[in-house]
């Protein structure tokens, strides 16, 4: 397990603790992105990638309050930028009474910690323009990397695990079947 000191408007200070999902903590992550969610979307969407070939262990990261309960998750699974292998970040979500408390930045990070040790060099991730370049994402538009669909390019990000030895590719990124994309 990791811990993470954090700054934010409720925890000052206070550590996170992050590990691994195991088998057992499926209900819990569901409940968690239901509780983040407005529809069951995503959810289903990490049930189904949990069944995909695209799943990687260890690369579903929980963020535990103190009495050792998943609060916060965040999951990185296999996609590809043109015939590069990478990694897609979706879903992050945190139960709405731990939202803006730094559970999903802690759950986050280990994800990404946890792709570098595994020798991962690439993410991408569809998501809010403000709150992901916390982490090192930048506009991939920037870098020539593109999806299939129309979305604000500013929402579109990727980031190099290890940009002195491997930049960032350039092609369309190809998402695990269960996405839809």
Do not use: K
């Amino acid at each position: 397990m990791t811990t993470f000191n954090v700054t934010s408007h409720t925890r000052s200070h206070s550590p996170w603790t992050t590990r691994a999902e195991t088998a057992a903590d499926a209900a819990a992550v569901r409940e968690i992105v239901l509780a983040a969610f407005d529809a069951p979307g995503e959810a289903d969407l990490v049930d189904a990638l949990r069944a995909d070939e695209a799943w990687i262990d260890g690369l579903s990261q929980l963020a535990l309050a103190e009495d050792g309960r998943p609060v916060g998750h965040a999951l990185l699974t296999r996609c590809h930028i043109g015939d590069t292998p990478a990694l897609c970040l979706a879903p992050v979500a945190v139960l709405p009474e731990y939202q803006r408390t730094g559970a999903g930045s802690a759950a986050t990070r280990a994800a990404l910690d946890a792709a570098r040790r595994r020798g991962e060099r690439f993410v991408v991730v569809l998501g809010h323009p403000d709150y992901y370049p916390r982490f090192g994402f930048g506009r991939a538009s920037g870098y020539g990397i593109g999806l299939t669909i129309e979305v604000p390019e500013e929402a579109l990000m990727a980031l190099a695990l290890d940009p002195e030895r491997h930049p960032l590719p350039s092609g369309t990124v190809r998402y695990a079947a269960p996405f839809g994309i």
